[in-house]
C-alpha cells in the first residue's frame, strides 16, 4: 500500500498538483518531519503505536495543512491514524475521499484472537469510515459489494495502478532463473509476505489435487514473513508428499519482482485444472 501511495502522490504531481502525504514518524527512522521528495510534501508527525500498525494514534494535529487543502483522500479504513485525521478534515469542512481495503478480513482471521478482538475492532473502525467518507474507492468487487450491502454506500473499483517500469522493462528472466535455479517450464509463482492470513498453506493443500490431472508444475513463492510460518509450509508440503514441487525464495529486491511476475507460465491444460480447482 505505500508503494500504491508513493506511486500516486508522484504521479498527481507530475500532473501540476500540489501534493502532501501525512503519515506518521514510525519507520522514518532519522528522517526530517518535513521534506519533499520527487515534488511531493511529506508531512511526518508524531504518533503513539500499539503493537501494531493499524493502531497508530497521531499526537499532533494538521489542521493548518487540512485548511489549505481542496480534497482529503485517505487510503485505508483500518488505521485508527486515518479516522483520527479523517475526523481533522471533516471538522474543517474538507471532501473526504477514501479507498476501503480489505473489509471485514479479520474475522476469517487464521489467530483466533485476532479473529475476535481484531473482528470487532474492524466492524467499529469501518462503522467510523462510512460516517466520513464522500467518495468511496475499493480495489475489488467483493469490498463493492460488502460496502453497498452492510453500510449502504456505493463505491467506484480501481485497483492499485502499475508502475510503468514494469510494462516497459526488458523481459529478462534468464538471469532471474539462473539466480535462484528456477528451470522449471510450468510454474505458479506468489509474491507477497508470508503470513497465514494470505492461506499459503491452502494452495499447498490443494497441490496434491492439482497433480493428479496436470503434469510437471512448480510453485515458486516469494517474499518476507514469518519464519515460523515458512517453515510450516514446508513441513506440510512434505506431510503431503509435494515438496519437490515447492520453492520458498524468502525476499527479493524491488528489481527482481518485474522477472519473477513474468515467470509465471502456465500451459492450457493447467490453467483449467487451476479454474475447476479455484471455482
Not at 500540489?18 to 520527487?38: D, L
Not at 499526537?59 to 483500518?78: A, F
Not at 475489488?140 to 454506500?153: A, C, M, S, T
Request: hydrophobic content about 40%; proline content about 3%.
Amino acid at each position: 500500500m505505500e508503494r500504491a501511495v508513493q506511486g500516486l502522490a508522484e504521479e498527481q504531481a507530475k500532473l501540476g498538483h500540489e501534493v502532501h502525504v501525512v503519515t506518521s514518524k514510525f519507520g522514518a527512522k532519522n528522517a526530517p518531519k518535513e521534506e519533499t521528495i520527487n515534488d511531493v510534501y511529506v508531512h511526518r508527525i508524531k504518533a503513539l503505536q500499539f503493537y501494531y500498525s493499524d493502531l497508530t494514534v497521531p499526537k499532533e494535529s494538521c489542521k493548518e495543512l487540512l485548511k489549505r487543502t481542496d480534497v482529503v483522500h485517505i487510503h485505508s479504513q483500518n488505521s485508527l491514524f486515518n479516522i483520527i485525521m479523517g475526523r481533522q478534515a471533516k471538522n474543517v469542512g474538507k471532501p473526504i475521499v477514501m479507498d476501503f481495503l480489505a473489509l471485514d478480513y479479520l474475522k476469517s482471521h487464521a489467530n483466533p484472537l485476532i479473529r475476535l478482538f481484531g473482528g470487532c475492532y474492524q466492524e467499529w473502525v469501518q462503522h467510523e469510515a462510512v460516517k466520513l467518507v464522500d467518495k468511496a474507492i475499493t480495489l475489488n468487487e467483493k469490498d463493492q459489494r460488502i460496502l453497498r450491502e452492510k453500510y449502504g454506500v456505493e463505491s467506484t473499483v480501481v485497483p492499485h495502478g502499475i508502475d510503468e517500469r514494469y510494462l516497459t522493462k526488458p523481459k529478462d528472466e534468464r538471469t532471474f532463473r539462473e539466480k535462484y535455479e528456477v528451470y522449471e517450464e510450468n510454474i505458479i509463482t506468489y509474491i507477497g509476505r508470508i503470513h497465514p492470513s494470505k492461506g499459503l498453506d491452502v494452495l499447498v493443500k490443494a497441490l496434491p489435487l492439482i497433480a493428479r490431472e496436470a503434469g510437471d508444475f512448480t510453485v515458486v513463492i516469494a517474499g518476507g514473513g514469518f519464519e515460523a510460518y515458512r517453515r510450516s509450509l514446508l513441513k506440510l508440503a512434505k506431510k503431503l508428499r509435494v515438496e519437490d514441487r515447492v520453492r520458498i525464495l524468502g525476499y527479493i529486491c524491488e528489481d527482481e519482482k518485474y522477472p519473477f511476475w513474468i515467470l509465471q507460465k502456465l500451459s492450457s491444460s493447467l490453467r483449467d485444472i487451476l479454474a475447476r480447482r479455484i471455482l
